[in-house]
């Protein structure tokens, strides 16, 4: 049983639910559900009382939370004074779209946390990245995890979610989705990412009209052309950079936009090695802290 499970029962603990614990260690709440079912199996015992809406933890998950506590905070303890510094080189990647939100965060990270370890960073694609990652070329990369879930021979740790949006140019008027595809053409992302595919398959669904379509595999491409009043596109939400230079209106989608998982992904070999468990953490703290700037400021 890995001990991520028993930090996993302690944010169900303090958050009342599955869903105020995937928040909480930013996770999904089927990987919160799953781990739980997991601790279920092991314990042979349920944990918690699922007759109404909601899992209800019992008295075992306090008593077996209880019981852990104390061991995990002694084990981080003697981790954290083990005197086993972090160093080497360790190779991540990163999309395009997420570098100006990850890299600050992470270098300051590895620098205050682990001055000896180097960080040599790559970019590319998300099925770039993933596959230099699976070849051993590059140990780590945070990108778009695939709807099928991706590879089972990598290790997913999901790390960001976020909703697909429609953006359209500053002075369009139209109110909602269909009337801006009937008014505009799409200016589509790159079907081969799984963002773009995540916007076709919303559009066949949602969207009976379409004037017209270009594709592009930018998205400071497709924000510059939207902002042109070229078109309309559905995409992740723009970074604020860009959205200085190219304002565009954005719209969201509602119960039905599409929502990207962005993944840490990494070789299963790895899951000991600490260099990458460094890169983790680190990447666990700057997507958390952006994540609650941005709820914050109601995006």
Known sequence: MKLETFLTLEAVLQTGTFAGAARQINVTPSAVSMQMKQLEQYLGKPLFDRSGLQARPNRLAHQVSETMRGALHGLEGLRASSGLAVEGVVRVGVIESLQPVVLPGIVRFVRERHPRLELRLVRGRSSTLTASVKAGDIDAALVAQPLDGGSARLRWAPML????????????????????????????????????????????????????TLEFDSAPAIVAMVHAGLGVSIVQTPDPVTLQSYPVRILRLGRAAPVLTLALVTRKSDDDNRSVAAVRDGMRMTLGSYQRQAVAAGH
Do not use: C, K
């Not at 009337?179 to 799409?186: G, K, N, Q, T």
């Open 161 to 212: 979610r976020r909703e697909l949006v429609l953006i359209a140019p500053p002075a369009a008027t139209e109110a909602n989705a269909g009337s801006l595809f009937r008014a505009y053409d799409w200016i589509r992302y790159d079907r081969n990412t799984v963002t773009g595919a995540m916007a076709a398959q919303y559009v066949a669904s949602h969207v009976p009209e379409i004037r017209g």
